[in-house]
Structure formats: structure tokens, C-alpha cells
């Protein structure tokens, strides 16, 4: 199927979201597949430089014809361990940012950490310097499971990092917490939940173990050495954190995540809404006019990228060169399906006059499948302020990757 050519989403006047890596860990967990390292602190004075210089370029690159700087809404500092850097690290780096963005003076600024990895003293100077969200990988209140789970904290330390976040005056408190491990018992998944609310965060996100490849957790389980939890299991504690975490008054706004009404993590939904965001740091990821860009991945060769003869002004924005290695644009159908499946994330769904405004094309036009997908009860059509909206079920968003295989069929074809 061919679809008409459609236009770049970005416009002079569109704020976008900045993404900040820091690579650096205490120590890398069994099941982690992100671009972290451990023991390689060593290199923090030097990658905060690079850090700062990658900003200023692409900063002085996106300002507009007059001079005028890029506006960013959202900041989210993610790694690895961001909480690791001194603060006055991360007030180096955003006074870098405001220097050549405009940042809106509302915008949510995050800083992800590890509770036990949290020097309190730090996160005064770090809320001074303008980060207003703390999110943490809490992950259980099971000491045995945070052992297995190669955690360096303790339950105890979850509770102190939530006490020190709400001293520190922050406006926003998220906990990640992991469900469906390994001889995880549905008692311990509601004893987590339990202190979990107790905490009184604005903001939770919930995540189903992934055995990622190249991760010693996939070694472990390729070899018999751990059995994951059945697909009964792993729904069963779904339903109940969908419906214990409803009656505590949080808002199920995303596949994972929940909020306080009014608290919903604001950077993760341009990522769902496919809007621009740019990226920065070692493995790094852009969204730019259509298309994905990611840095290098390597913390000293990405340093030494980013001291090359590398102009991302005379460049263009993401193009191959400096730090940026890989770059790829999305054709009109791809753009179609990806838009598709990352907004039936939110549980808002997706409008059908937006749809069709977007690509010129009715939405049920598209996907043929879609009426299938609503008689099995995996999408349902509601209404919105007056507008009609596609959205998953709470079967869907339980089977979510079963929907969302249905509407790649689109880049196939």
C-alpha cells in the first residue's frame, strides 16, 4: 500500500523536549540492557565537558533565523545514574542548556536516581538549580528480591529517598517498581504495592520483567538457571495493580504508569505523542523532522566525537558526523504506524479527526484490522469533549504487544 508523502511534524514555534544521558553506574544490573557502565567514574569531568559542548552546538544550530533560541519544555536527565554527578555538575549543565534554549519556566525537569545511591546533600543544590521531579528505581520492597534483582539498595533506603525527596521541596515523586520475577508471589507484589502508596508519590510506573538479549539475566534463563514467571502470573498482577492503584485515586494514564491527577510524567508523553525531542549524551536518542538519530554509544569515543571539527550547524540538525552515527527517516507508512501504536500507549487513545487531519487518510482506511481488534475486545471506540477517539481496552492494554504487532503489518505490506 502507498501512502501520500507526509510533512515533517516540526514547526518554528514548537517547543521540544531534551533528553540528557549519564552513562555512569555503581553497578550494572543482570536484567539491564541500557547504555550504562560501571565502574568508569573516572571519566565524569571529561564527559561533562563533552556533555556541555554537544549542548551549545545543537543549541546555537536550532535557533532561528533571527537569533531567536529553541523553546524546551521538558528536561529529563536519565542514564545509568544521573543522581551520581555532584550538583554542581547538573547546574553546569542546565545553565549550559539556558544558555542557547529557551526553557519555559514551567518546564519539568527530572532527574532519575537509585535510592541507594543518593547523597541527600545534593538534592537542595539540585532543586535550586531548577530540577523539579525526582524518579526512582525503588523496583520491590523484598529484600531478598532486590538482591536478586542485583539492587545496591534496601527497602529502608526507599523509604529515606522518599522523605528527603519531599524535604527537598520537589514538586513530583516517581518510584519504579518491577512485577511478574522470578518466584515473585502475588503476596509479595501486594505487600510492594501497599508501601508503595504509602509513600504518597505523585507519580508510579510499574514494569513487567523484560529478558532483554545480551543481558546476563537472558544467559541465565537460555541455560535453565531461572524460570521467568508464566503470562497467568504476570496478568494477574496487572489487574490487581490496575485496580488497587485506581482505588488509592491514581489516574492509569499510560500502559505503565500512573499519576495523580495533574502528575503525569509530561517528557515520557512527548516521547508516546511523537513529538520532537533531541538527545544527548553517549547512545543518546533523537526524534528530528520524522526521522530517529542515536549518538555513539562508547563514553570516550563520544567524547572524543564531540571534540571533532563537528558543526551541526552547517550539518543539519542529526546528520551523520560528531556523535551522531546512526540515522533513520521514517516513510509515510512507518510514520503511520509508529504514531499509531506509541499513542495507544496513553489510555486518552488516539482522534480520529486528528488522525485523518495528520495523514489525509481515515484511520479505519489505514488499518483494515482495526474493526477485528474492536470485536475482540481489544480496542473500543469512545468519545472525547465531543470527539471521536480509538483507545485499547483494559484487555488490550494488557495485551498490548499483541495489538500493537497488528498495526506493523502497515510497514510490511
Not at 571529561?46 to 533560541?69: D, F, H, K, M, V
Not at 555513539?296 to 558543526?311: D, F, K, V
Not at 495528520?358 to 482495526?370: H, K, M, N, S
Amino acid at each position: 500500500m502507498q501512502l501520500k508523502t507526509v510533512s515533517a511534524y516540526n514547526s518554528e514555534s514548537e517547543a521540544i523536549s531534551l533528553y540528557i544521558h549519564i552513562p555512569f553506574c555503581h553497578k550494572k544490573c543482570p536484567y539491564c540492557d541500557f547504555n550504562t557502565y560501571a565502574g568508569m567514574f573516572g571519566w565524569r569531568k571529561r564527559y561533562i565537558a563533552a556533555l556541555i559542548r554537544e549542548i551549545t552546538l545543537l543549541g546555537q544550530a536550532l535557533q532561528s533565523a533571527n537569533g531567536a533560541p529553541k523553546r524546551v519544555c521538558t528536561i529529563f536527565w536519565g542514564g545509568g545514574t544521573p543522581s551520581l554527578l555532584p550538583a554542581t555538575d547538573i547546574c553546569d549543565v542546565l545553565h549550559a542548556v539556558r544558555a542557547v534554549f529557551a526553557v519555559d519556566d514551567s518546564a519539568e525537569i527530572t532527574l532519575e536516581a537509585n535510592p541507594g545511591a543518593l547523597e541527600y546533600n545534593r538534592l537542595d543544590a539540585a532543586q535550586k538549580c531548577g530540577v523539579n521531579r525526582l524518579s526512582m528505581g525503588a523496583q520491590s520492597f523484598d529484600a531478598d528480591l532486590l538482591h536478586w534483582l542485583g539492587r545496591i539498595h534496601s527497602p529502608d533506603d526507599i523509604l529515606t529517598a522518599a522523605a528527603k525527596g519531599n524535604a527537598a521541596g520537589f514538586r513530583s515523586l516517581n518510584f519504579d517498581f518491577m512485577y511478574a520475577l522470578p518466584e515473585q508471589t502475588m503476596a509479595q507484589w501486594q505487600d510492594t504495592l501497599e508501601k508503595a502508596l504509602a509513600l504518597q508519590a505523585q507519580h508510579l510506573s510499574l514494569y513487567s520483567l523484560i529478558v532483554e538479549p545480551n543481558t546476563p539475566l537472558f544467559d541465565w534463563v537460555q541455560r535453565g538457571d531461572v524460570v521467568t514467571a508464566s503470562e497467568d502470573i504476570a496478568a494477574d498482577m496487572y489487574e490487581y495493580a490496575c485496580d488497587r492503584l485506581a482505588a488509592a485515586g491514581y489516574h492509569h494514564y499510560e500502559i505503565s504508569n500512573w499519576a495523580l491527577p495533574g502528575y503525569e510524567c509530561e517528557h515520557n508523553i512527548t516521547y508516546w505523542k511523537l513529538r520532537p525531542f533531541i538527545g544527548v549524551g553517549a547512545g543518546a536518542h533523537s526524534f528530528w523532522n520524522n526521522t530517529h538519530y542515536s549518538n555513539q554509544t562508547e563514553i570516550a569515543a563520544y567524547i572524543a566525537a564531540t571534540h571533532s571539527e563537528w558543526n551541526p550547524a552547517a550539518l543539519g540538525i542529526g546528520s551523520i558526523g560528531g556523535p551522531v552515527v546512526e540515522r533513520r527517516e521514517l516513510m509515510a507508512e512507518e510514520l503511520i504506524s509508529e504514531t499509531v501504536i506509541m499513542r495507544l500507549r496513553l489510555r486518552e487513545g488516539i482522534p480520529l479527526g486528528w488522525f485523518q487531519n495528520r495523514f489525509q487518510r481515515a484511520l479505519a482506511d489505514v488499518f483494515p484490522e482495526l474493526r477485528f481488534l474492536q470485536d475482540n475486545g481489544l480496542l473500543e471506540e469512545d468519545n472525547n469533549d465531543g470527539e471521536s477517539i480509538i483507545r485499547l481496552t483494559q484487555r488490550g492494554m494488557l495485551l498490548g504487544n499483541e495489538v500493537f504487532e497488528r498495526f506493523l503489518s502497515l510497514q510490511k505490506n
